[in-house]
């Protein structure tokens, strides 16, 4: 493995182009040439239409749905891209499918994030490039150097500009959210509540026990995913109807948003849910409600501090 490529090349396959581009425009630099298709039995076609000898290869894709397919995607570029001789390869994945499978809940169960790193890694990629791992210890799961992003560095001072920090408090709608929402807290100078709540099964949560002081503030729910917004919206309800808060906000990294999630958001106590471009959105997804922040300017700096071998721990800040 080399250290470092002769120069930089953006690549994308056909999760999330929009970020790559701007990733690619971030640096200055035109997208590389490629083709991703499937041939006519459904197996992915991959085509690299330049030179890769010698290069810092970054292959942006997040696995999202359809995950399966966007995943294949990934471990095919990466495939082609060692094969093609390429200096060093980083798979930069905005938002990792599969994270929330990082143990096992119950007997018999796969762990199935660590799958998926060890078939990055084999597939031949040299580094990991992410965001808001559903769990940072995931890292563990990987025998490449992984630099993880925090969402919250362009979400909280969003938040921090909009509002008053004098009326304003942030909440975690669940007890294993409560560092991710502490962060949040602290990078915008407020307090912090909780939500203590019971799951009966998988996608479903009953609210059980607001922790903190939310009555007649404004408040904002910090999560690292939005799937089926069950979990939000009860939080949401429960922080109006029972805690007395005055308006709910919710902010999160990743919309998969699947199932009834916009349903939901639209009919909660939701004023607004801000997100970021790490999961490419639908139009027919994108209510009033929802608004999407970039992610591309922060993973760019990644990247040029990653090519420059210079560290990416200031971007934490």
């Known amino acids: ?18 970020v790559a581009h701007s990733i690619a425009s971030d640096l200055g630099l035109p997208l590389g040439e490629a083709e991703v298709g499937t041939f006519s039995d459904g197996e992915i076609s991959v085509n690299i239409k330049e030179s ?9 894709q997040s696995t999202s749905a359809p995950v ?8 095919i570029m990466i495939d082609a891209f060692k094969r093609a001789s390429a200096g060093r390869i980083t798979a930069v994945t905005p938002y990792y499918g599969y994270a929330r499978q990082d143990r096992k809940a119950k007997s018999r ?23 808001d791992l559903h769990s940072p210890q995931i890292q563990g799961f990987f025998n ?3 630099d993880h992003l925090q969402g919250a560095s362009i979400l909280a001072p969003y938040f921090k500009d909009m509002f008053a920090a004098d009326n304003l408090i942030c909440v975690s709608p669940d007890l294993g959210s409560v560092t991710r929402a502490r962060n949040f807290s602290q990078r915008i100078g407020v307090g912090l509540a909780i939500i203590d709540k ?32 069950g979990t939000l919206c009860n939080a949401a309800a429960a922080l109006m109807e029972v805690g007395g808060a005055s308006e709910v906000y ?5 919309g998969v948003l699947s199932g009834n999630a916009i349903e939901r958001i639209e009919k ?33 700096q990644a990247i040029e501090r990653i090519y420059s071998d210079k560290p990416v721990s200031p971007l934490f800040v």
């Open 268 to 300: 909660s106590y939701l004023k607004r849910l801000i997100l970021l471009d790490t999961i490419c959105i639908p139009e027919e997804k994108m209510i009033d409600k929802i608004k999407v922040l970039s992610s591309a300017e922060l993973f760019a």
């Open 250 to 254: 919710a902010s999160a990294t990743h």
């Open 144 to 146: 490449i150097p992984l």
């Open 52 to 60: 890769v000898r010698g290069s810092d290869v970054f292959v942006v």
């Open 109 to 131: 169960d796969a762990i199935s994030a660590r799958l998926v790193a060890d078939l990055i890694t084999v597939a031949g990629a040299d580094r990991m490039l992410t965001m």
């Open 198 to 229: 019971r799951r009966s099964r998988a996608n479903e949560s009953e609210v059980m026990n607001i922790i903190g002081d939310v009555k007649g503030k404004r408040v904002i729910i910090v999560d690292d995913v939005v799937d089926t917004a």
């Open 68 to 75: 399966n397919d966007n995943l294949m995607e990934l471990l």
């Open 1 to 18: 493995m080399n250290l470092h490529g002769k120069d930089i090349k953006i690549f994308t396959a056909n999760s999330n182009p929009k």
